[in-house]
């Protein structure tokens, strides 16, 4: 079936150190979009990427979307303690209409 | 921004008993609600695909006469576990997408945590 794979799974840094979690789909996607969620919390929606080759960033975090559009990436540089969590990346399959989540990456930082 | 209400956050319910849980789109209408049951650690696992004014579209391996869901307008749609066992304690997300928007993001409720004893 369709899968989203994402790794890695566990991530622990020290603060400042970057952090970088790859997604890799089985199949071409029409978008990817990326969560984050808080221990106890529920996903938050981070952004949302369409455009084969396209990048994005958000102050220290920057996604990318293969030009294939079958892969995906967000980098994180010089990790606070508030970037802790488990960020998921969710891909929508060309045709579809539910979002494929991959497994997530926890990231652990410690200060 | 658009707001997904879960209820309730939490329950305990004893074994065999039913549980309903609720999930409301506060400022927009959502013709398509989905339900996830996460595990510790885990993924989202997406369970159904709640449709207004028709049946839901359950995912392999979830049994629909054990998850009811019902979407009943397109600001509400509910699941129900019945007959509930030790096995279906889980956390369980609701998420909403904006009608109209097949593309946009959705809009998670904050989850309900269910414990069953």
């Known amino acids: 079936g369709q899968q989203v794979m994402q790794i890695p799974q566990y991530q622990h840094v020290q603060e400042g150190e970057d952090f970088t979690t790859y997604c890799n789909s089985s199949t071409t996607l029409s978008n990817i979009q990326w969560y984050k969620q808080r221990p106890g919390g529920h996903p938050v929606f981070l952004i949302q990427?369409?455009?084969?080759?396209e990048v994005k960033k958000q102050k220290r975090l920057t996604f990318q979307f293969g030009e294939a559009k079958k892969n995906s990436s967000l980098h994180i540089t010089a990790t606070q303690t508030t970037d802790v969590g488990t960020y998921f990346c969710a891909g929508l399959m060309v045709g579809g209409n539910k979002l494929v989540f991959g497994a997530g990456t926890i990231l652990r930082v410690k200060s | 921004g658009a707001v997904v209400s879960q209820h309730p956050s939490w329950v305990i319910c004893k074994s065999g008993t039913s549980v309903k849980i609720e999930c409301r789109s506060l400022d927009f209408q959502a013709t398509t609600m989905f339900w996830y049951r996460q595990f510790p650690k885990q993924s989202l696992m997406l369970m159904a695909t709640?449709?207004?004014?028709?049946?839901?579209?359950?995912e392999q391996g979830v049994e629909k006469d054990k998850f009811l869901i019902n979407h009943a307008s397109l600001t509400l749609s509910t699941l129900t576990v019945t007959s509930a066992h030790p096995e279906d304690s889980s956390f369980y997300i609701c998420s909403a997408r904006d009608k109209g928007r097949n593309n946009s993001p959705l809009h998670f409720g904050n989850g309900t945590r269910l414990t069953v004893t």
């Open positions: 990427l369409v455009k084969s080759g």
């Open positions: 709640s449709n207004e004014g028709s049946k839901a579209t359950y």
